[in-house]
């Protein structure tokens, strides 16, 4: 059974940093593109980075962006989030996401959550001001 896990979340002080990895088990998904979602709470979930399965492209949303880096690792099945410079306002629970539903080796990435067939748990980031 397919499983990702993250890991890497915490407490930390703003403009403070912290490095999330999600590991893939019982399947690969090196041929996929792979995303990170995050949710605060009372709001909704949201799109945050994508990288597609080479890792060449990389998508992420103005709010993050110049601040976060998403890579991935395929050899290792592991797909991380480095988030420099965080805000209080980066606090939420922060998911990795799958898109295997697509074709292998798609080289454009989605950024809706309904478009993503496998999730991880989710690891909590809290940011103090």
């Known amino acids: 059974q397919a499983q990702l896990v993250e890991s890497g979340g915490g407490l930390v002080q703003a403009g403070g940093s912290l490095r999330l990895s999600c590991a893939a088990s019982?399947?690969?998904?090196?041929?996929?593109?792979m995303g990170w979602f995050r949710q605060a709470p009372g709001k909704e979930r949201e799109f945050v980075a994508a990288?597609?399965?080479?890792?060449?492209?990389?998508y992420y949303a103005d709010s993050v962006k110049g601040r976060f880096t998403i890579s991935r690792d395929n050899a290792k099945n592991t797909v991380y989030l480095q988030m420099n410079s965080l805000k209080p306002e980066d606090t939420a629970v922060y998911y990795c996401?799958?898109?295997?539903?697509?074709?292998?080796?798609?080289?454009?990435?989605?950024?809706?959550?309904?478009?993503?067939?496998?999730w991880g748990q989710g690891t909590q980031v809290t940011v103090s001001s």
């Open positions: 019982g399947r690969t998904f090196s041929k996929y593109a």
């Open positions: 996401a799958a898109d295997s539903m697509r074709r292998p080796f798609a080289t454009v990435v989605r950024t809706t959550s309904d478009d993503y067939d496998y």
């Open positions: 990288i597609i399965w080479s890792g060449v492209k990389t």
